[in-house]
């Protein structure tokens, strides 16, 4: 699984240009069409953010033309600080921080003087020098300046800050705090197919490293892939699905995306991704047992690794292949195509798979009855288990989870808190409400207090207004432990000793209350009766009642005792009334 998140991961940094490639020539149109020097020198700018960083060059000569363009207009130092910060794009593009921060950070002050919002485009990239140099804590401080002061109706400015800095926090394993600004990028940018696509597929990254695969698969399932033309961001997009139904352990879906990856890279004659969705095919019919047509797919992925630079590519091939030759029993064969693949997890880069290799080799020499090469791999296995980088990247992963589980923790602590809040305040807006109302009894009786009819009738409006406050009062219950219900959740109580069991509508166990049935009765809607000493039941919820027992909606048989049968039928008569 290490091997196929690293695939993605290369997959994703190559294909997103195929998502987000720039118009080159629609730009040099506009270049040339330009009505006025402004126009143009705005488009340059453009167009010098889209050339490729090969060409850094032509960016710093472009910074040139667009300075020197400002000694014949009326408003010179637009055009230097258009001219910094292409010039800061140019040392940005050869690899030259130090000289490209100093530009955008001149360029971002000229612009906001000028009050021009080409300022957030120059702290955009200054912030992505940052990231790219490590200063993470930089980075988040200006993509929040960007947020905070960029114009609300200035919708690129803000997905970039959003989308950019939840890129920084996935870094430094904020996971919680990603996922809420790619939230963000999503509300602001949600028509955009190619975005929604890419914000997906990083998203449910996260959640694949969390191991939380329900959760990526949400996620994922917010794009409409099937309506995509045939790009190589599609044939990612099944690949990821493909994975993380395989973390699911449900192999045949995986094994179906896997498919639909590979016909899309094979009709678009990607070799990048023919190569990875054939491998990830193979793999998983080998995990299933179904090895019948794997002979004629190794031939197509030994056909694809010439064609493909991507080192990953022939380690896969050759461990996957000693992983069938294993199966068929060819242990000789099986042996040297690990052993091939040992020698290509020598590349730094490729180094995380070694234990997988070793593994293979340890269960081979095993099988093999060779005890003491299969020590001497269990001992490589160790060491390479304890390597710092692997320690550290399981330290920073367990951390980042820890940490996003408490993140969602104090969101719900936080939300709990409002919902008690908001009960309170319904709850003394009730007492307001039932002191008027009993004032307003208080000064009806009083004025009426010499008319015999007038009393007479004064009883029965206090007699119903008593009971619709006491609906009211009662519709919320507050148990001792102070937690709060809903008379209306309340299925049944239970009493069991010293405690109180609450079954609910909404939840699978029953809430505990240190309390007594008489005690709560007597908070508790009309429409609740005792029905035996140790049970309390709501009229609404019971579905069939006998002579000794009664049937609740959820199922539930209780028992009815001879000292409360009078006591339950007496209110049943009056609930239907």
Do not use: C
Request: aromatic share 10%.
């Amino acid at each position: 699984m290490r091997s196929l998140t690293f695939i993605t991961l290369f997959l994703l940094a190559n294909v997103s240009v195929f998502a987000q490639r720039p118009d080159f020539k629609k730009l040099k149109i506009d270049i040339a069409s330009a009505e006025t020097s402004e126009a143009r020198a705005r488009t340059m700018a453009d167009y010098a953010v889209a050339i490729p960083s090969n060409q850094h060059q032509e960016v710093l000569e472009l910074s040139d033309s667009i300075s020197r363009m400002g000694n014949q207009e009326s408003n010179p130092d637009f055009f230097l600080a258009l001219g910094e910060f292409t010039k800061g794009i140019g040392y940005y593009r050869s690899q030259d921080f130090k000289q490209s921060k100093s530009y955008l950070k001149e360029s971002a002050r000229l612009f906001r003087k000028l009050k021009d919002p080409f300022e957030f485009k120059a702290l955009n990239f200054l912030a992505i020098i940052y990231t790219r140099s490590s200063q993470r804590d930089s980075a988040i401080y200006v993509y929040n300046e960007i947020l905070e002061r960029a114009d609300p109706l200035d919708k690129s400015a803000r997905i970039k800050a959003h989308g950019n800095i939840s890129n920084v926090y996935r870094h430094t394993g904020d996971y919680y705090k990603a996922i809420s600004h790619m939230d963000k990028v999503y509300q602001l940018d949600s028509t955009n197919a190619f975005g929604v696509l890419q914000l997906s597929m990083n998203a449910s990254r996260i959640y694949t490293q969390l191991e939380m695969p329900d959760e990526a698969l949400k996620v994922m399932r917010k794009v409409t892939i099937d309506t995509f033309p045939k790009i190589p961001p599609k044939g990612v997009f099944y690949h990821n699905l493909g994975n993380i139904y395989k973390d699911k352990n449900q192999l045949d879906s995986a094994l179906i995306y896997y498919k639909k990856a590979f016909a899309n890279s094979s009709a678009i004659n990607y070799t990048p991704l023919q190569a990875t969705d054939v491998s990830n095919i193979i793999e998983t019919l080998i995990a299933i047992d179904s090895l019948d047509t794997l002979e004629e797919l190794f031939r197509d992925m030994d056909g694809f690794l010439p064609k493909t630079k991507e080192p990953l590519a022939p380690l896969r091939y050759h461990l996957l292949l000693g992983r069938y030759q294993a199966k068929k029993g060819q242990p000789d064969l099986a042996e040297s195509n690990f052993k091939k693949a040992l020698g290509y997890s020598n590349n730094p880069r490729l180094s995380h798979i070694k234990p997988q290799i070793y593994g293979e080799l340890i269960d081979l020499y095993n099988t093999k009855n060779d005890s003491n090469t299969a020590k001497l791999y269990i001992d490589s296995l160790n060491i390479s288990q304890n390597n710092p980088a692997t320690l550290r990247k399981e330290q920073f992963e367990a951390e980042a989870k820890a940490k996003y589980l408490l993140a969602i923790k104090e969101r719900d602590i936080m939300e709990k808190e409002k919902q008690v809040t908001s009960f309170n305040v319904q709850r003394w807006a009730l007492f307001a409400v039932a002191f008027i109302l009993l004032l307003g009894v208080f000064f009806y009786f009083r004025n009426y207090r010499k008319s015999a009819s007038g009393l007479e009738k004064q009883k029965d409006a206090n007699e119903a207004l008593s009971k619709k406050i006491e609906r009211q009062h009662t519709t919320i219950v507050e148990l001792k432990s102070k937690a709060i219900l809903e008379a209306e959740e309340i299925i049944f109580i239970k009493s069991d000793g010293h405690y109180l069991e609450f079954a609910l509508k909404s939840k699978k166990n029953p809430e505990l209350d240190r309390n007594r049935l008489k005690d709560v009765l007597g908070k508790l809607p009309n429409y609740f009766v005792q029905i035996h000493r140790s049970y309390i039941i709501n009229l609404k919820e019971v579905k069939i009642k006998y002579a000794n027992k009664v049937v609740m909606k959820d199922g539930e048989e209780l028992p009815v005792s001879r000292t409360y049968k009078s006591q339950l039928d007496e209110a049943i008569s009056k609930f239907k009334d």
